[in-house]
């Protein structure tokens, strides 16, 4: 695949743990800001180098006049495009439709270990789609405008209960709503077909699955289905919704992250930076 202009959001550890480089994935719809406010500066901070990559077409990469022609395996060669350039194999932690898209590199590449978050689930978007309209019936128009950043009083009320558990701030829905895009009808299609592709390779690599209490895209009951397909860990973090790393339960999740990454890799992350 051609090689694209890809932005990356870099924030390198003053003091290095010893432990491999962070690649973070954002989901559909958005772009690598939302990692920017909590996880990168975080983690960062115990000693990580982390990179978070915009996909084509997202952010300030690349790509946004083409956006409907990408598919998972055109993210999947973004991610493979990052960590050429990286010193060493990373540990990736991709959330939503980035857990696939990291899944998908996995098909042919390396990494330290993976980390999926609120991952879509292996029977695709199809029932998850119904189930969420059926309860919030406005989302499907209500999210059409947010891509456009034309927010009604609705509007902000149906994309905090889906994407958000009942504690997010107004500060922190505020910072979610600038990072809403629109997102490839290719790769949404793909998604909603995903049963119908199995994965074509798992490397034998450590693997978390985390997910929130109270997500309303993709409920938590749901993790294992993705877990056992790679042996990994599962876990949930109470109260929280879809965006684990804007959520006030953010600070759980990074310290689940931590904690994980400190069992399974072998080295204890800094404190200091």
């Known amino acids: 695949m051609t090689t694209r202009k890809l ?4 924030r390198l550890a003053k003091k290095r743990n010893g432990q491999p480089p962070l690649v973070f ?4 719809y958005v772009h690598a800001g939302c990692w ?4 990168l500066p975080h983690f960062s901070a115990l000693g990580y180098d982390c990179h978070a990559i915009d996909l084509s077409g997202h952010g300030a990469s690349e790509g946004r006049e083409n956006l409907d022609s990408f598919d998972i395996d055109h993210y999947a060669a973004d991610v493979a495009q990052l960590v050429a350039e990286l010193p060493s194999l990373p540990v990736l932690i991709g959330h939503s439709m980035g857990a696939l898209v990291v899944q998908r590199y996995l098909e042919k590449g390396q990494a330290a270990g993976v980390i999926m978050m609120a991952p879509v689930p292996t029977t695709g978007l199809s029932a998850c789609t119904i189930q969420l309209t059926q309860r919030q019936p406005d989302f499907l128009r209500e999210a059409a405008y947010a891509v456009r950043g034309k927010y009604t009083e609705n509007t902000a009320r149906v994309m905090r209960e889906v994407y958000f558990s009942p504690d997010v701030t ?3 829905f505020e910072s979610f709503k600038p990072l809403v895009q629109d997102e490839s009808t290719t790769a949404i299609t793909e998604m909603m077909a995903l049963a119908w592709r199995p994965p074509k390779r798992r490397p034998k690599i450590p693997a978390l699955v985390m997910g929130g209490e109270l997500d309303a895209l993709f409920p938590s009951n749901l993790l294992h289905f ?3 397909g790679w042996n990994a860990e599962t876990c949930v973090i109470p109260r929280a919704g879809h965006m684990l790393m804007m959520e006030p339960q953010w600070t759980t999740a990074a310290a689940k992250i931590d904690n994980w990454l400190d069992r399974r890799l072998g080295l204890k992350a800094s404190a200091t930076a």
């Open 25 to 28: 994935v954002h989901g559909g």
């Open 226 to 228: 993705t877990a056992s």
């Open 7 to 10: 932005n990356t959001l870099r």
């Open 36 to 39: 920017e406010l909590n996880f």
């Open 170 to 172: 107004h500060e922190q």
